[in-house]
T-cell receptor, first 114, second 111 residues
Framework: DAGVIQSPRHEVTEMGQEVTLRCKPI?????LFWYRQTMMRGLELLIY????????DSGMPEDRFSAKMPNASFSTLKIQPSEPRDSAVYFC????????????FGSGTQLSVL | DQQVKQNSPSLSVQEGRISILNCDYT??????FLWYKKYPAEGPTFLIS?????DKNEDGRFTVFLNKSAKHLSLHIVPSQPGDSAVYFC??????????FGKGTRLSVIA
């Protein structure tokens, strides 16, 4: 099993540019989560999907953030336009429905917005 | 407002000694608690968990204690090893809803 796969591992961009982060969950998992890690706030939930449907996006900080899950094996998190305060590590995680506490995380995307 | 709080950003322990990592929570509805471990450049991985109906769960060198009246849990690592050096996240959930994480505690085990 390849685990949760995220790309890119690192992203450096300039303020105002569009950023797209990608995630492939573990095959068979039907819940997918996007978390953001910062020093100030730790690991915070941005949005989660169940069976490809967004269930709770209350953690998405602003309208500049959007997430999609077009099928069971792929999700994107998009920031448009990006700002320096968006700099953080973004993690994708997946789990089975009913076992949301047992998350399997990807290696994360380190985003730097200059 | 942080529902799960880890008030110690870092902790240093000598190899072979006990490491105690602490976590406090504010929401009495939480019914499941977990610890995740994170190495640099990797995602967090599940370490150990405890249900709210228990007060202790042990797995090898790792033991988690839960004090519901104090809304406090702790992770004990005995004996500590250099490979335990990592960031430890405390997390909590309510009936299989998404996990709420603390800010993490960086543990350094010194040889």
């Amino acid at each position: 099993d390849a685990g949760v796969i995220q790309s890119p591992r690192h992203e450096v961009t300039e303020m105002g540019q569009e950023v797209t982060l990608r995630c492939k969950p573990i095959s068979g998992h039907n819940s997918l989560f996007w978390y953001r890690q910062t020093m100030m706030r730790g690991l915070e939930l941005l949005i989660y999907f169940n069976n490809n449907v967004p269930i709770d996006d209350s953690g998405m900080p602003e309208d500049r953030f959007s997430a999609k899950m077009p099928n069971a094996s792929f999700s994107t998190l998009k920031i448009q336009p990006s700002e320096p305060r968006d700099s953080a590590v973004y993690f994708c995680a997946s789990s089975w429905t009913g076992a949301e506490e047992k998350l399997f995380f990807g290696s994360g995307t380190q985003l730097s917005v200059l | 407002d942080q529902q799960v709080k880890q008030n110690s950003p870092s902790l240093s322990v000598q190899e072979g000694r006990i490491s105690i990592l602490n976590c406090d929570y504010t929401n009495s509805m939480f019914d499941y608690f977990l610890w995740y471990k994170k190495y640099p450049a990797e995602g967090p991985t599940f370490l150990i968990s405890i249900s709210s109906i228990k007060d202790k769960n042990e797995d090898g060198r790792f033991t988690v204690f839960l004090n519901k009246s104090a809304k406090h849990l702790s992770l004990h690592i005995v004996p500590s090893q250099p490979g335990d050096s990592a960031v430890y996240f405390c997390a909590a959930s309510i009936s299989n809803t998404p996990l709420v994480f603390g800010k993490g505690t960086r543990l350094s085990v010194i040889a």
